[in-house]
């Protein structure tokens, strides 16, 4: 568990299926319902996604920070994280950019707490959230109340947008109009 630029995240080595695995049961999380990653860098984030002109205009614009670019995936990444998609963020928060550095590979980035419950903004609630099955927890203290990070799946025409403002960090339309080059 470590701190994040929206709440603390629950995360382990991407890449690693049985790792990854662990997260959907600590998490009861469905299956069906994929993780999205934290990469350090465009380098890292080219060797596992195909980085099309509509995502680099993104991440010039957002990126580090909150919202999460789904695009198609390379083999290496393994299905259990997503089957077709892999969705990542360079994060703006220090300690999490120096734990995928560190790691050499994409974290897994989600919210550290039971499946759909709130988000946890302290270790103390993020362990009361799971109870049980987290390795280690990196104690930041109290982080400040952020919006979780919009989605944006680039793996369709138009593009679509999940959890946009007021529940993700960006509204849609600003999105949109990055896309389109008007800003």
């Known amino acids: 568990m470590y701190p994040t630029e929206t709440c603390y995240g629950l995360g382990t080595d991407a890449l690693n299926p049985e790792a990854t695995r662990k997260v959907f049961l600590v998490k009861q999380r469905p299956f069906n319902q994929p993780l999205t990653a934290i990469v350090s ?3 890292m984030w080219e060797k596992y996604a195909y980085l099309t002109p509509e995502a680099l205009k993104l991440i010039r614009k957002f ?8 695009l198609e995936k390379k083999t290496l990444v393994p299905d259990i994280l997503d089957p077709s998609e892999f969705a990542a963020r360079i994060s703006s928060h220090p300690l999490a950019q120096a734990l995928v550095e560190a790691v050499g590979s994409p974290i897994i980035s989600t919210s550290a707490n039971l499946h759909g419950e709130p988000n946890p903004y302290t270790v103390t609630e993020a362990l009361a959230s799971l109870k049980e099955g987290v390795d280690l927890a990196i104690d930041y203290g109290v982080l400040p109340r952020r919006r979780i990070s919009t ?4 793996t369709t025409k138009p593009p679509r947008i999940a959890r946009a403002y007021p529940k993700g960090a960006i509204k849609s339309e600003t999105i949109m109009r990055v896309l389109k080059g008007a800003e």
């Open 41 to 43: 860098d465009l380098a």
């Open 151 to 154: 989605i944006v799946h680039l």
């Open 63 to 70: 990126l580090p920070g909150p919202l999460t670019i789904a």
